[in-house]
């Protein structure tokens, strides 16, 4: 069993038959990968809300809180700044 095989158990890989051996590709990018983490990590608390204000308020930068606020503001207004 190799680390790829381990991956794919555990549908973070696809793979496809490519002559005698697999390719393998990612399910999901980084980020996408990441969210569903912090997703885990909030669904596994009995109070979600504080544990994202503690996330936020002792991890985040203050550049990344701006970035945070940013996007937050463009997921409440999708017809602000940014829209498409």
């Known amino acids: 069993m190799t680390v ?5 158990g555990k549908e973070l ?12 590709l ?3 990018t980084r ?3 990441a969210a569903r983490l912090i997703d885990s990590a909030l669904g ?6 504080a544990a994202l ?3 936020v308020g002792t ?3 203050p550049a990344e809180r701006a970035e945070l606020r940013a996007a937050l503001t463009e997921l409440d207004d999708p017809s602000g ?3 498409r």
Do not use: C, I, M, W
């Open 4 to 8: 790829l095989d381990n991956l794919f």
């Open 13 to 24: 890989v696809t793979r496809r038959k490519q002559s005698r051996a697999f390719v393998y």
């Open 26 to 28: 990612p399910t999901s």
């Open 31 to 33: 980020e996408e990968h």
């Open 44 to 49: 596994a608390t009995t109070d979600r809300s």
């Open 53 to 55: 204000l503690h996330f």
């Open 59 to 61: 991890t985040l930068t």
């Open 81 to 83: 700044p940014g829209a």
